[in-house]
């Protein structure tokens, strides 16, 4: 929320015409990273802080039932599996949304309800970033005040949920810290 709170009041800035579409380019992109970065940093933080969610993932993630070693070498990778985890998911890309959505639901137990706004919104972000606001036909994606606070709206309504859903991990969590 706190890289969130300073979007309204960019919104409300007078900037010329010429740059207002510029704004809103960079604006619709900075809300879905910060969703992605929340994602993100959320799942890492609560699987790499609980040894109940680490074996959840590792039993549920199909990249991790590939793996293959010998007798010899269970004692090394159980001691370094925290580590493992911890690189799976920092090279993970948060935005691909079927490959998180089932993470969420395996390890987490957070179903994600109707998010096509958000993979849509992932699909326009990615123009602003690789094309400056622009799809791959060269046609200006429709971005206006008012989709980036409907956006903003939509992100501060899924992070309220999984902070519900989250809760119980993240107070056991504490609890086993404190």
Known sequence: MKHLSSIDTLLEVEVPSSAQFSLL???HGYVVSAIEGYLAG???HLVTSSDDLTRKLVESDPEFSKQKFTLKEI???????KVTVSKYLKGLIFHDLKKIKPMYKAVLGHDFQNI???FEAVIIRHDC????GYDKD??????????????LGDVTDLSYEIEETIKPHA???????G
Do not use: C, P
Request: glycine fraction near 2%; charge should be neutral; proline fraction near 0%.
């Open 25 to 27: 380019v960079m604006l």
């Open 42 to 44: 959320v799942f890492i």
């Open 75 to 81: 004692y090394e990778k159980q001691s370094t599996l």
């Open 116 to 118: 096509s706004w958000l």
């Open 129 to 132: 970033v690789h094309r400056a």
């Open 138 to 151: 060269g046609n200006k994606v429709s971005l206006s005040n008012e989709s980036i606070v409907n956006l």
């Open 171 to 177: 107070d056991i969590i504490a609890s086993s810290n």
